[in-house]
């Protein structure tokens, strides 16, 4: 049985700014896991390359303490912000859109359409018709 301890690891970690980089060593995967989590919960997001390091928004000493004294922080759960992706996010707008078209007194959509993502289209009809052969493989249902 492993006598490791994610918080007390984490009191060794090398801060630089908004760079979170981990002691020389190497850790087995579930140790590494354990670390990312941590330091993911907090707002961090590995990148490789030259940085080789955990990157924050801001300063993460503050949030690195409370985890290293065993608060257990998961920031997205505690602001519960949960970033929609964009082509759902177009998606929407797109299908609001065409039901604002429904409502209006012709039947006809008067150019009232946003074109998210149809660069070098020119009409709502081009772009229904682009998002539409789009629709099936992004996961929104549209009830019919």
Wanted: hydrophobic share 30%.
């Amino acid at each position: 049985m492993s006598d490791f301890n994610v918080n007390e690891y984490l009191k060794d970690v090398i801060i630089e700014g908004n760079l979170v980089k981990l002691p020389l060593g190497q850790l087995d995967r579930k140790e590494y896991m354990e670390v990312k989590k941590k330091l993911e919960l907090i707002g961090g997001k590995w990148k490789g390359g030259n940085t080789q390091g955990f990157v924050f928004e801001q300063d993460p000493k503050e949030l690195l303490d409370k985890v290293c004294e065993g608060e257990n922080i998961n920031l997205k759960k505690e602001f519960q912000f949960f970033e929609t992706p964009e082509k759902i996010a177009d998606k929407l707008v797109y299908y609001a859109d065409h039901e604002r078209c429904k409502l209006s007194a012709d039947g006809k959509c008067k150019g009232n359409f946003s074109p998210l993502n149809c660069d070098g289209i020119d009409t709502p009809e081009e772009c229904e018709e682009m998002l539409d052969a789009d629709h099936e493989n992004d996961g929104v249902k549209d009830g019919s």
